[in-house]
């Protein structure tokens, strides 16, 4: 089973012995392997923000950041992605201190052979293999490596039973990736019901979630579902958690204790199957300080988190959402797709999206609206961004060189359907340079958009 997994793994190699570094790559590549190389942890973290790989290999002793704190980061950014270690400086503390802190393995140099694709295999078996093969199942726009790191991680969540509780800056997709959730789950054919908890009020909060019987207070003139009830055999979604009514979340922690509810007025218990998915933008520790959420509830609901990054700190993915949402309107307004003037996506990259992918959106939907042409300008960009002044960081030459040649290197790839060998034609380069374009610049031929 292992044998075949392989095929289409990717692999980071990283280690500052260029040599060895070749060699080692070579022997990988030969077990069918895609392999990426690199000098130093810090250039593997610059990888990891544009990449995604099943697997790590790293040197322990390095220059600058050593294996140790590389996998410090990589559990902290990338916590389901498998780490194998090595070392020349081998010894059993090393070993048990390694496997402490989550290393999936620990090899002694000179490597052999045979212990590495062992490792590996096990590490590829254990951990699957492309974390991308989450996107397609979910509604998610992304070429960021963390956030496909993170749909990995949904991915393996989805077929447990666990509470999840995501947490995120307002505007950031939490529905979104709850909704994933839900659809790698084995609840994914049952309904996905969702509420904010903090646009209903109080007084009314409960008979939302537990429903009512007729005649059980003022209004209530004939039974309600309650939406538990109504994601019976599926998930239920609970957004801003953190806004809760104390007296509230009371009964919710019975609820998810006892697995029945109550609706108000009822006598007896409605037993529920219901999987809880919730998400807030407060820091909850700190409610629990301040006495505005409940510890229990807490860990009742937090038993896996889930962090959303903001928007700025996945810029990769700025301009793939830009265009998305552009060609969401057009479709929707039965009209031809509208496209960004290069000036006008930088503009976009550049900003620093408080309001993330929902203001994002925002921009996106005025911008589309108030352009007479196929092509959206910098000045309306910057218009609706509110910023005569700029908040856009100009590009340096250099960034601006490459952010072209990237540019240059799409386009004629498309005008070539992509097919490389006609593109390195049409742009008169060998099919080798243009090959290292392609390469440089982490162009996905297949998915060019």
């Known amino acids: 089973m ?79 992605l498998p780490v194998i270690m090595m070392t020349a400086h081998g010894s059993i503390p090393d070993a048990v201190e390694a496997t402490k802190q989550g290393i999936f393995a620990f090899i002694t140099k000179p490597v052999d052979k045979d212990e590495l694709f ?73 309904p996905f019901v969702a509420i904010n908890c903090g646009a209903v009020p109080g007084e009314l909060l409960e008979s939302e979630l537990f429903g009512h019987k007729k005649g059980s207070f003022t209004g209530a003139i004939k039974d309600h579902q309650g939406l538990f009830q109504q994601a019976q055999g599926g998930t239920l979604f609970l957004d801003e958690i953190g806004d809760m009514p ?8 019975r609820v998810l204790q006892e697995k029945t509810i109550r609706p108000v007025g009822f006598q007896e218990e409605i037993a529920i199957d219901v999987r809880i998915v919730s998400a807030t933008h407060k820091n909850l520790p700190e409610a629990i300080l301040n006495q505005q959420f409940r510890e229990d509830l807490y860990y009742r609901l937090n038993v896996v988190n889930l962090k959303l990054p903001p928007l700025c700190e996945r810029r990769e993915d700025i301009s793939l959402l830009a265009q998305h949402f552009s060609a969401s309107i057009a479709k929707r307004m039965n009209q031809t797709e509208k496209h960004f003037a290069s000036d006008a996506m930088h503009a976009l990259v550049r900003y620093d999206w408080p309001g993330n992918i929902r203001q994002l959106q925002n921009v996106v939907e005025q911008v589309v609206a108030l352009t007479p042409s196929d092509v959206i300008s910098e000045h309306l960009v910057l218009a609706a961004l509110n ?29 070539a359907g992509g097919n490389v060998a006609e593109g390195a034609k049409l742009a008169k380069r060998n099919r080798s340079d243009f090959y290292k374009l392609i390469k440089k610049h982490n162009i996905d031929v297949d998915n060019l958009g």
């Open 2 to 80: 292992a044998a075949t997994k392989v095929q289409g793994a990717k692999v980071l190699l990283v280690d500052d012995d260029a040599s060895l570094l070749k060699l080692l790559a070579i022997r990988i590549e030969s077990k069918g392997y895609e392999v990426t190389t690199c000098e130093s942890g810090l250039t593997a973290l610059q990888i990891l923000k544009s990449q995604v790989f099943d697997a790590v290999i790293t040197d322990l002793r390095m220059d600058e950041m050593d294996g140790m704190a590389l996998h410090r980061q990589l559990q902290s950014r990338y916590p389901a």
């Open 246 to 253: 104390l007296n509230l979340q009371v009964k919710l922690l």
């Open 387 to 415: 910023s005569n002044e700029t908040n856009v960081e100009p590009l340096s030459l250099n960034d601006a060189k490459k952010e072209f040649e990237r540019d240059y290197v799409i386009n004629t790839l498309k005008m």
């Open 118 to 190: 062992d490792s590996l295999a096990k590490a590829i078996e254990i951990h699957g293999v492309n974390a991308d093969e989450a996107a397609p199942k979910s509604n998610i726009v992304t070429r960021s490596g963390a956030m496909l790191h993170l749909l990995e991680q949904v991915k393996l969540l989805g077929p447990t039973q666990v509470n999840v509780l995501i947490s995120g800056a307002s505007g950031t997709g939490k529905e979104l990736l709850a909704q994933a959730i839900h659809q790698h789950s084995h609840v994914s054919g049952g």
